[in-house]
């Protein structure tokens, strides 16, 4: 009996630390674990959002020039026919090409195939001396606003002081966004607005 005593508190004793381990240490471990796992999600979204913020830093960099990318789209091809301001352009480039004389016949905007412009048909009149004619057809092409020249047609006319000149037929075609393009449409595009075909003529003369 004496010996078993000393071995029986020696178990007791052991079962006690098995106690204290149990309840005290491993409920503390765990917990440690947790914490651990939360840290590396942390950094994981750390990372993440380190990321984000390079991508948005480059595009408050780049605005300014996408900015000044869409303000250009937005003149090349306008949310809204604009035929006043097709008129002004054609104008300005009959005048500064020295052209005799110039005529825009605008058709009735159309729908185009994809659905995500208007097409705009023009018929454009212009008469002069040879290098007028081609700085006029340059200017045309170069214009502010993209066109798309589909046939030119040449012929001889009488010229001022009984030169001869040249008078050219050019049918081209300009663009909208607005995909209900046409009167009843400003700006932009409307819903069940009807739109009546345009049967107007613009003439403009230059001095030679």
């Known amino acids: 009996m004496n010996r078993r005593g000393p071995l029986v508190a020696a178990l007791v004793g052991v079962g ?7 309840g005290l240490i491993l ?12 840290v590396v999600q942390a950094q994981k979204q750390e990372t993440t959002l380190a990321v984000q913020l ?3 830093q480059a595009d408050a960099k780049h605005a300014g020039v ?32 020295g052209v005799d004389f ?15 412009l208007s097409i705009i048909p023009a018929q454009i009149l212009v008469s002069g001396q040879y290098f007028a004619v ?18 030119v047609t040449v012929s001889a ?4 002081g009984g030169v001869t000149a040249l008078q050219v037929s050019v049918a081209t075609t300009f663009y909208t966004t607005d995909t209900s393009a046409g009167p009843g449409s400003v700006p932009g595009p409307t819903q069940g607005t009807s739109i009546v075909p345009s ?10």
């Not at 996408?66 to 005048?95: C, E, H, K, W, Y």
């Open 16 to 22: 006690l630390v098995i106690v204290t381990v149990a």
């Open 134 to 151: 081609d700085q006029f057809l340059y200017r045309l092409e170069t214009l502010p606003r993209v066109s798309r020249v589909g046939s």
């Open 102 to 116: 110039m005529t825009l016949s605008p058709g009735q905007p159309t729908l185009a195939p994809d659905g995500k």
């Open 66 to 97: 996408d900015n000044r990318r869409l303000a250009q789209l937005g003149s090349q091809i306008p949310p809204t026919a604009d035929l006043p301001g097709l008129i002004r352009l054609l104008n300005s480039a009959a005048d500064q090409s």
């Open 54 to 56: 390079q991508q948005l």
């Open 199 to 208: 049967t107007s003529t613009t003439s403009t003369s230059s001095g030679a």
């Open 157 to 160: 006319a009488s010229g001022t």
């Open 27 to 38: 409920p503390k471990a765990a917990a440690v674990r947790s914490k651990q796992e939360q």
